[in-house]
């Protein structure tokens, strides 16, 4: 009898690990002064069907634009982006039961925060309307300390109603980890940083910066798997940029773009990621478009364009890639949707799964590690 039971309990516990390993749980951080929202929620996805659940959802955060988890998958830090009163906040994340718990928040130290990175030591912050870089330290526990460090940027470029001032858009540490590049919209640069980790308040040092193309508003940037490349998604002419990277130098390698030669509509590029192989790139376009662009990827780092794909509703903002590659979920921010794609892993293509998740205004989506 105990051996038939045993052979029972083997199955059971079979059966949750099989479980376990064909679901995934995602985070979407939404905006929630433009309609009912409670800021970061938490989603299951079933890898077998593409199927989307709702687990947990924060309460009362204002305005969690932009995420960043822990390596472990513990603690999120989210961008509370209010104007001049917005914050950073470091949430607790338990696994097990899915729930989301405030450990602490800070000021900003800057206006409109809109991107955020985190490692072992530091939380960095892009703060787009006051064209900053906030550096916060962590204490042990995953909370923050008030920001150590703040650098300025100055400057302007083309286009009179989004470049008359510098506007960070996104920072991003290199695959070394020894440096920090940050997009500015507003200056047409991109900015490269020393990452000194276990510095006061030092953190950031200028290396570099990189003049491009006035009026192209350069918003965000992605390492290949490789570390070898990176490349670069402009806003508003939509140009995407191939660079040769070596020890925090970039050299323009290509130039192309996410829309045709003629196009005559307005032009919105977004975000930009890779496939978990690193043979497709993938890049989504707002304005009058609303599609995401996929790009083949060559040994050299060049880009073949392969197709556009609509995005299944307006405002694709950002996106994310399951870490199996097997689905594509793109959070559709003027819409108030999230469109599943399931992805040909072979040949990259998208097809998009007759379910949306209905969310106000969503913005991020991160797969928790």
């Known amino acids: 009898m105990w051996k038939n039971s045993l052979y029972i309990l083997v199955l059971i516990c079979f059966g949750i690990a099989n479980a376990q390993e064909t679901n995934l749980k995602f985070l979407v951080g939404t905006y929630t002064n ?3 929202s409670d800021g970061i929620y938490v989603f299951d996805l079933d890898l077998n069907t593409g199927n989307t659940s709702l687990y947990e959802q924060s309460s009362n955060v204002v305005n969690p634009s932009y995420m960043s988890v822990t390596a472990d998958g513990k603690i999120i830090y989210a961008v509370n982006e209010n104007g001049a009163e917005s914050t950073v906040s470091s949430f607790k994340y338990d696994k097990a039961s899915s729930s989301i718990k405030l450990l602490n928040k800070q000021e900003a130290a800057g206006s409109d925060p809109c ?36 650098i300025l940027h100055k400057g302007k470029s083309k ?43 030092e953190v950031l040092t200028i290396k570099d910066s990189v003049s491009l193309k006035r009026g192209a508003g350069p918003r965000h940037l992605t390492f290949s798997p490789n570390g070898k490349f990176v490349y670069l998604l402009q806003e508003l002419d939509g140009g995407m940029i191939v660079f ?16 045709d030669d003629d196009f005559k509509g307005i032009i919105g590029g977004a975000a930009l990621h890779f ?11 707002r304005g009058s478009v609303n599609d995401i662009t996929i790009f083949t990827v060559q040994a050299d780092g060049r880009l073949n364009y392969k197709a556009s794909v609509p995005s299944g509703g307006k405002g694709p903002r950002d996106f994310a ?20 794609f399931r992805r040909d892993i072979i040949s990259g293509m998208l097809s998009p799964l007759p379910r949306k998740i209905q969310i106000c205004s969503p913005v991020h989506i991160v797969f928790i590690p």
């Open 34 to 36: 433009t309609c009912k």
């Open 115 to 150: 991107h955020i990175i985190n490692d072992d030591k530091n939380v960095v912050v892009a703060n787009y309307s006051s064209g900053s870089i906030s550096v916060f330290k962590k204490s042990k526990t995953g909370s923050l300390n008030a920001a150590s460090q703040v």
């Open 159 to 201: 286009n009179p109603d989004r470049q008359s001032a510098s506007h960070v858009h996104q920072v991003q540490f290199s695959p070394d980890n020894k440096y920090v590049l940050a997009t500015d919209l507003g200056t047409d640069k991109i900015y490269i940083y020393n990452y000194n980790p276990t510095s006061e308040q």
């Open 244 to 259: 040769n990277y070596q020890d925090g130098i970039l050299r323009k390698l290509e130039e192309t773009q996410i829309v």
């Open 275 to 285: 496939s978990p192989d690193g043979k497709y790139l993938y890049a989504t376009n």
């Open 321 to 340: 890639i399951d870490p199996t590659g097997a689905f594509l979920l793109v959070a559709n921010q003027n819409s108030n949707e999230i469109q599943v």
